[in-house]
């Protein structure tokens, strides 16, 4: 099994900057993809970015030339650059582990954007 930490979310204001980072505890040997993920009040949770352990990525077109994702072993951090009031969500960190991919949460972090 494995548990993630996040943190890093916060109260920025239009154009400015975060970084969150999640940290990855447990059988961390087995965990393949890690990412982000984000439900914004009264919607579905939707992918925001995503990292292979091959260095592959994905990203949601909404956040394309913003945010970039990057992994150290067992953390996973995304850089969120001109934020926007849309970008304001909980954030959850996200690891696909061992053959079957079973999928493991963190308890989010919140990112609220101020117009």
């Known amino acids: 099994q494995v548990r993630l930490v996040e943190s890093g979310g916060d109260l920025v204001q239009a154009g400015g900057s975060l970084r969150l980072s999640c940290a990855a505890s447990?059988?961390?040997?087995?965990?393949?993809?890690m990412g982000w993920y984000r439900q914004a009040p009264g919607k579905q949770r939707e992918l925001v970015a995503t990292?292979?352990?091959?260095?592959s990525t994905n990203y949601a077109e909404s956040v394309k030339g913003r945010f970039t994702i990057s992994r150290d072993n067992a953390k996973v951090y995304l850089q969120m650059n001109s934020l926007k009031p849309e970008d304001t969500a909980l954030y959850y960190c996200?690891?696909?582990?061992?053959?079957?991919?079973?999928?493991?949460w963190g308890q989010g972090t919140r990112v609220t954007v101020s117009s």
């Open positions: 996200n690891v696909q582990w061992g053959t079957a991919r079973i999928n493991y």
């Open positions: 447990g059988s961390i040997s087995r965990i393949n993809a």
């Open positions: 990292m292979t352990s091959a260095g």
